[in-house]
């Protein structure tokens, strides 16, 4: 009867050991868990613009070709952001695009800035370059009345062994993608 008291309270005390390993795991899958959906959740309301705020009078939007004033220019990157820009506004907001000069709200966007730097020395040598762009937007809210300005600008890096022809190559989809996306959460967020 001792073996058997024996085998139970080491099996029990088996069990207690199996039961605090497993515990703190099943808290942090819990913990992950929500912060997962924390995220999601989040995240939907971050990049989701299907809930842009814009006012029930406006309906229409003009979007001016982007002209590029910076003193390099890259040929395709004007005609590249403003179709892409034109697209977004688009399907994620309800505005309808028109060419007309009455729209509700008028966009025109230029190209101010596009620059290069190096970013990274290694060995004394540069290790990584950067591509800045800077995009000066300007909304004329007609129904109000209202002009609002704005620089949008961000950096790319690219490897200094990359020429800038080939870190165009390489950066252009990023760029037209992540700029359009700033310039879009410019004009839809309260400056």
Not at 57 to 70: C, D, L, Q
Not at 115 to 126: L, M
Not at 141 to 150: C, D, G, I, L, V
Request: positive net charge.
């Amino acid at each position: 009867m001792t073996s058997t008291n024996n085998y139970t309270s080491v099996s029990g005390r088996k069990s207690k050991t199996l039961l605090y390993r497993l515990l703190p795991c099943s808290w942090l899958l819990l913990i992950a868990g929500l912060l997962a959906v924390g995220v999601h959740t989040s995240g939907c309301r971050i990049y989701s613009f299907r809930d842009v705020s814009i006012p029930d009078s406006i309906k229409t939007v003009k979007i001016n070709f982007i002209e590029n004033k910076a003193s390099y220019v890259n040929p395709q990157l004007a005609q590249r952001l403003t179709d892409r820009l034109r697209q977004k506004i688009v399907s994620q907001t309800r505005l309808s695009q028109t060419n007309n000069d009455n729209a509700d709200w008028i966009i025109n966007a230029t190209i101010t800035g596009y620059s290069f730097s190096t970013s990274g020395i290694s060995q004394q040598q540069e290790a990584t370059n950067r591509l800045t762009i800077t995009v000066h937007v300007i909304i004329d809210k007609q129904k109000s009345n209202e002009t609002k300005e704005q620089d949008v600008s961000r950096s790319f890096e690219f490897s200094a062994s990359q020429s800038i022809q080939q870190a165009e190559t390489n950066l252009a989809d990023e760029i037209v993608r992540s700029m359009t996306d700033d310039i879009f959460n410019q004009l839809f967020s309260e400056w």
